[in-house]
């Protein structure tokens, strides 16, 4: 609540209109009116109260912070500032400062109810940080390197007092919590100095000499990777004890993956991406090394080092209104999970990193990030592992190859530019919702380009624009036409089904005993049963939609009124395709 201590004539009304707000809780309007009158009486202690509560409840913990220290500086014989002081601290995580606030506060009234709550809570958390600092200290193998870190960080102004990093094996960590965490709790705070940041990698030695070089980098992710290389050679680097505790090496990276691992993938495309992914790589470096001979000194593989710490670590940052790439010490520690418990951000006005818990998080738990959809491939190659109950966004590659038979093969083929085939990598589904980020990933553009192999006659000329045809964003165009595209699809998918050697019904009776020899092998039997998954989605769909085409409008009615109430992938398929198509055939 806030204070209602007489106030001066000049205040008196932009107080009690404050008082007001505040009550009604317009917090906004309350802080307009509290910092209106503190303008008008800058002396008044309670204005400054009111405006730390204000603040506080607009989460804005720091000014909170600096208005209930001027309180306390103003009358510090006043057991109510040292409570907004104690407050505001809490939620900076300066939790000994605020225990020190309490205290005062209580030498002046001992019997105050919310003071003695306070320092009950405080206590107890204390208490409970303590204890589970002392339960997790034996836990971790790399316990010197990660000490060495989080003493870095603390030295410069980083907190994160509820939480520690937990060891499970050689290349897997994560972040647990050390206390129950309340929802909208800020737990970790990085400031500036403390962040790697893509303007830094630029403004470096190897940096500057890259850009005299003038190469070219194709990647963005290449500048940190440059710079990681030069900062690891340095001893004396003031980023040694974030690069120590930076993985030596990923062999639950498939770029990496020799014949044992790869005989599991037989079949997915998983393959040809890491390979893929592996020449991208060695191109970049051998770019840099050919224009910029400083960055000779540094192994190809060092590169590769870089640039894996990168992409499976780097945060997309806005930076007082430039956006960059970049690492952020603790936080990259922390581990995928879609369903995640955290919001983070640069906040300009705290000059730095946060971290706030978007739920409720139990003693122990490990606290999550997410790392944004994407289909499994992505998080097989890119990061090294998969996620189970993908389900939307699994995908497989699918061919779209114009048919020899076609009565228009000479005309379609000339506008194809010779390219009889194209390959299409997406999920099972027919939503316009897709992770994908190019043209050859969404779901829709795949159905458009096979309605385009299969058009006849006067459907081409309804396809025809002043360039030629348009193999984009073509809509249903006859049932007809929408039953040779599944049927094709569904050949299409087979023939992608046929390269695995091993059948689906295998990978879910693998999967479901959980007994696998490594994290590596478990990964790869998740990759390639996404894929058979997403196959067997389109074959599926084809068997069910075929039928449905062919009925009558009459007849097709009841089964779609079915398909309205329940929202699955078949039915939006159903809803979208097949019920415009049957109902509006002549």
């Known amino acids: 609540a806030v204070d209602a201590k007489s106030p001066t004539a000049g205040e008196a009304n932009l107080k009690a209109k404050g008082t007001k707000c505040f009550v009604q809780g317009d917090y906004k309007s309350a802080l307009d009116y509290f910092t209106q009158a503190i303008k008008a009486d800058p002396k008044d202690h309670t204005l400054y109260s009111n405006r730390s509560a204000t603040q506080y409840q607009l989460q804005v913990y720091d000014e909170a912070l600096t208005d209930a220290k001027e309180c306390v500086k103003l009358k510090p014989d006043w057991p109510k500032g040292y409570l907004r002081t104690g407050m505001a601290c809490e939620k900076c995580l300066q939790f000994l400062d605020a225990k020190d606030a309490y205290a005062k506060g209580l030498e002046l009234a001992p019997e105050d109810a919310?003071?003695?709550?306070?320092?009950?809570?405080?206590?107890?958390?204390?208490?409970?940080?303590?204890?589970?600092?002392?339960?997790?200290?034996?836990?971790?193998?790399?316990?010197?390197?990660?000490?060495?870190?989080?003493?870095?960080?603390?030295?410069?102004?980083?907190?994160?007092?509820?939480?520690?990093?937990?060891?499970?094996?050689?290349?897997?960590?994560?972040?647990?919590?050390?206390?129950?965490?309340?929802?909208?709790?800020?737990?970790?705070?990085?400031?500036?100095?403390?962040?790697?940041?893509?303007?830094?990698?630029?403004?470096?030695?190897?940096?500057?000499?890259?850009?005299?070089?003038?190469?070219?980098?194709?990647?963005?992710?290449?500048?940190?990777?440059?710079?990681?290389?030069?900062?690891?050679?340095?001893?004396?680097?003031?980023?040694?004890?974030?690069?120590?505790?930076?993985?030596?090496?990923?062999?639950?990276?498939?770029?990496?993956?020799?014949?044992?691992?790869?005989?599991?993938?037989?079949?997915?495309?998983?393959?040809?991406?890491?390979?893929?992914?592996?020449?991208?790589?060695?191109s970049e470096y051998q770019g840099i090394c050919r224009q910029c001979p400083e960055f000779r000194k540094f192994h190809h593989l060092e590169f590769v080092w870089g640039r894996l710490v990168v992409i499976t670590r780097n945060f997309g940052l806005d930076i007082h209104g430039t956006e960059t790439d970049a690492l952020v010490p603790y936080a990259d520690m922390l581990n995928h999970m879609p369903d995640k418990q955290t919001d983070w951000k640069f906040d300009n006005k705290l000059d730095g990193f946060t971290m706030v818990t978007n739920r409720s998080v139990a003693r122990g738990e490990q606290i999550f990030d997410s790392y944004g959809r994407k289909c499994q491939g992505r998080y097989f190659v890119n990061y090294g592992f998969t996620i189970d109950n993908n389900f939307n966004d699994n995908d497989a590659v699918i061919l779209a190859d114009l048919p020899e038979d076609d009565p228009h093969y000479q005309m379609k083929l000339k506008y194809l530019h010779g390219r009889r085939v194209r390959e299409y990598q997406v999920p099972g589904h027919y939503s316009e919702d897709s992770t994908g980020q190019s043209d050859v990933n969404h779901p829709r553009n795949?159905?458009?380009?096979?309605?385009?192999?299969?058009?006849?006659?006067?459907?081409?000329?309804?396809?025809?624009?002043?360039?030629?045809?348009?193999?984009?964003?073509?809509?249903?165009?006859?049932?007809?036409?929408?039953?040779?595209?599944?049927?094709?699809?569904?050949?299409?998918?087979?023939?992608?089904?046929?390269?695995?050697?091993?059948?689906?019904?295998?990978?879910?009776?693998?999967?479901?005993?959980?007994?696998?020899?490594?994290?590596?092998?478990?990964?790869?039997?998740?990759?390639?049963?996404?894929?058979?998954?997403?196959?067997?989605?389109?074959?599926?769909?084809?068997?069910?939609?075929?039928?449905?085409?062919?009925?009558?409008?009459?007849?097709?009615?009841?089964?779609?009124?079915?398909?309205?109430?329940?929202?699955?992938?078949?039915?939006?398929?159903?809803?979208?395709?097949?019920?415009?198509?049957?109902?509006?055939?002549?």
């Not at 990093?165 to 960590?173: G, H, I, L, N, P």
């Not at 040694?240 to 691992?261: A, G, R, T, V």
């Not at 005993?513 to 998954?533: L, V, Y």
């Not at 009459?554 to 019920?579: E, G, M, P, S």
Request: aromatic share 12%; hydrophobic share 40%; glycine share 2%.
């Open 114 to 282: 919310a003071l003695n709550k306070s320092m009950k809570e405080i206590v107890a958390l204390l208490d409970e940080l303590k204890l589970s600092e002392q339960e997790r200290s034996a836990d971790n193998p790399d316990g010197d390197r990660f000490s060495r870190l989080v003493k870095w960080m603390k030295d410069g102004g980083c907190k994160f007092p509820k939480l520690y990093m937990k060891y499970y094996t050689e290349d897997y960590r994560g972040v647990h919590t050390l206390c129950n965490i309340p929802a909208d709790d800020m737990v970790l705070y990085v400031p500036q100095k403390y962040i790697m940041t893509t303007e830094m990698a630029k403004e470096s030695a190897i940096g500057k000499a890259i850009r005299r070089s003038r190469y070219d980098i194709r990647s963005a992710h290449s500048w940190l990777a440059c710079y990681l290389c030069q900062e690891k050679h340095d001893l004396k680097s003031f980023w040694k004890p974030y690069i120590d505790i930076l993985p030596d090496k990923y062999s639950n990276m498939p770029i990496f993956f020799k014949d044992f691992y790869k005989k599991f993938l037989k079949g997915s495309y998983s393959i040809e991406m890491a390979q893929n992914r592996l020449l991208d790589l060695k």
């Open 446 to 586: 795949m159905f458009s380009f096979f309605r385009f192999l299969h058009a006849r006659d006067k459907e081409l000329m309804v396809l025809s624009t002043n360039d030629g045809y348009k193999l984009k964003d073509i809509e249903p165009i006859s049932i007809r036409n929408e039953i040779a595209v599944l049927r094709h699809i569904q050949k299409s998918a087979r023939e992608s089904l046929s390269r695995f050697p091993d059948p689906l019904s295998l990978d879910h009776m693998m999967l479901k005993e959980n007994k696998f020899m490594d994290m590596n092998h478990r990964n790869c039997i998740m990759m390639r049963s996404g894929e058979k998954e997403t196959l067997h989605w389109f074959i599926r769909l084809a068997d069910m939609a075929v039928p449905m085409l062919k009925m009558s409008w009459k007849d097709l009615k009841r089964k779609a009124a079915k398909c309205h109430q329940q929202r699955t992938r078949f039915n939006y398929y159903v809803t979208t395709v097949i019920v415009p198509l049957v109902k509006n055939q002549k």
